[in-house]
């Protein structure tokens, strides 16, 4: 790539950040240049982020139906899908799964739910219920 | 407050390794950090998965540079874990105190100064740390500008988060910084080590071969009866990997031919010099298939696996040929 050539289109995802590339000059000497972003890049990132909003705001609604728990919500809230809240809790797979069931989550024990709480940083109480729209925590 | 000079880099653990050792009194560069780890490669990894797709790694694995650099420079880190985090918390601080700046591996979600859509659960992200200012950590993380903040109860977050490659609060410091650098005899071990990875690999997933391994299999995705919605977010999944903050362009591809020209030039090796020229080009492949694939998942463009395949196959025979090009240097 030529130095001429480094994208400037502006990217949202970048949040006014400027990273650096690596590319050629007339010389053809490698020096490190600033770019603000380029499309195909800010396609990729946004394509992820929507994804995960989506779930967020299905299990939203999910959620406020009973269809499932909660956390299903509050796990997609914080980026996070099955496979990260198994990890981070260090719970079982199919023990996250139960809970993502609205009755079995009712009785959870404040204990089980501290785990969670604390790997999403919310509250055991915020846990338990849903803030009043789903982008707004 | 510890004196550290920041310097933007592209990828986060060759930022820190250059910038502490520079710190220590060794310039060096961020490409040559990259390139005295053997840090290149291609991987296609579908067992291990992220967010539900498979893993695609441009780089080795997280820690390789730390480990590489300290190898190829004769030096040692000091590095530490620990279970409990106060006592985490306190060794960074006994370090501050002492005047030693300190590299730590942090969950990225956790960093506050991050813009909102780079925050994923990202366990291997390396910053330093070079002061205390109350609460607030002075922190120059490589893949920013300037020198930002982080108050001490995200950073104990980012450092103690748990899960796939969690941190445990890991941090490190060199343990002197030699004096030079023999480039004649780092280099060419370094490219060679470089080169078994790229055409040497055993697996048909690695190296050349991984490269030519994934335009097969986005024709075998694009058969799968979910194609529809599954293909696009597929494809934006492999460019996010290729370009996404941190790679320098084109998957690593350009950080590396940046070091083969410096190496090149401090040895005087036209074949050093050839081959960042031949890997630039290849680089410059990487970005026209970021910019095609992309084309396609937004619709702007007919969908063509066929022709995905071939730009792909492309990059496999021009990354041959310039290893071909190495052979025995």
Redesign the interface.
């Known amino acids: 790539?030529k130095k001429d050539e480094v994208p400037q289109e502006t990217a949202?995802?970048?949040?006014?950040?400027?990273?650096?590339?690596?590319?050629?000059d007339e010389a053809?000497?490698?020096t490190?240049v600033?770019s603000a972003g380029?499309?195909?890049?800010t396609?990729?990132?946004?394509?992820?982020?929507d994804?995960?909003n989506r779930l967020r705001d299905e299990a939203f609604a999910d959620a406020k139906a009973g269809r499932v728990s909660p956390l299903v919500f509050w796990m997609y809230a914080?980026?996070?899908?099955p496979?990260?809240l198994t990890?981070?809790?260090?719970l079982w797979a199919w023990r996250v799964k139960r809970h993502f069931k609205p009755a079995i989550f009712a009785r959870l024990p404040d204990r089980i739910l501290a785990r969670y709480a604390e790997?999403m940083?919310i509250t055991v109480a915020q846990l338990r219920g849903l803030p009043a729209a789903p982008d707004a925590q | 407050m510890t004196e550290f000079t920041h310097r933007?880099?592209?990828h986060c653990e060759s930022g820190v390794v250059a910038n502490m050792v520079s710190d220590g009194g060794l310039g060096l560069s961020?490409?040559m950090a990259f390139g005295l780890s053997s840090a290149l490669t291609f991987a296609y990894m579908p067992i291990i998965?992220m967010?539900?797709m498979p893993l695609i790694a441009y780089r080795m694995p997280p820690g390789h540079i730390i480990k590489g650099v300290a190898k190829q420079l004769g030096m040692s880190w000091k590095r530490q874990t620990f279970s409990d985090p106060d006592a985490g918390m306190a060794a960074l601080d006994a370090q501050l105190e002492k005047g030693h700046a300190v590299g730590l591996q942090t969950c990225i979600?956790?960093l506050p100064y991050m813009?909102?859509?780079?925050?994923?659960?990202f366990n291997a992200h390396n910053l330093v740390v070079y002061g205390r200012d109350g609460d607030d950590y002075l922190v120059s993380d490589p893949?920013?500008?300037g020198v930002v903040r982080c108050d001490s109860a995200s950073l104990r977050?980012a450092r103690f988060?748990?899960?796939?490659m969690a941190a445990k609060g890991m941090m490190y410091y060199p343990e002197g910084t030699p004096k030079e650098i023999d480039f004649a005899k780092a280099v060419p071990k370094a490219v060679r080590m470089n080169r078994r990875i790229m055409v040497g690999a055993p697996l048909p997933v690695i190296g050349v071969k991984g490269i030519r391994f994934l335009g097969k299999n986005i024709g075998k995705v694009a058969a799968r009866p979910d194609a529809n919605t599954y293909l696009?977010?597929y494809l934006?999944?492999i460019?996010?990997m290729q370009?996404?903050?941190g790679t320098?362009?084109?998957g690593f591809r350009?950080?590396y031919?940046?070091f083969l020209?410096?190496a090149g030039k401090k040895l005087s090796n036209d074949r050093l010099l050839q081959a960042?020229?031949a890997l630039?080009d290849a680089?410059?492949s990487w970005?026209k298939f970021?910019?095609v694939?992309?084309k396609m998942?937004?619709g702007r463009q007919t969908l063509d696996v066929k022709e995905l395949d071939n730009i792909l196959n492309g990059i496999a025979d021009k990354e041959l040929a310039m290893w071909q090009g190495l052979k025995g240097i």
Do not use: C
């Not at chain 1, 995802?13 to 590339?21: D, E, F, I, P, R």
């Not at chain 2, 813009?115 to 659960?121: A, I, K, N």
């Not at chain 2, 988060?161 to 796939?164: I, L, S, T």
């Open positions: 790539m949202r995802t970048y949040g006014g950040v400027k990273k650096l590339l690596y590319a050629v053809g000497e490698y490190g600033n380029w499309e195909p890049e396609f990729a990132t946004v394509q992820a982020v994804e995960l914080r980026r996070m899908e496979a990260t990890a981070t809790t260090g790997v940083d | 933007q880099s592209a961020e490409p998965k967010a539900g979600y956790w813009p909102e859509d780079m925050r994923f659960h893949i920013f500008e977050k988060a748990k899960g796939a696009p977010q934006g999944h460019v996010r370009e996404e903050i320098g362009g084109a350009f950080l031919a940046s020209q410096e960042s020229a630039t680089g410059d970005r970021a910019l694939a992309t998942a937004r």
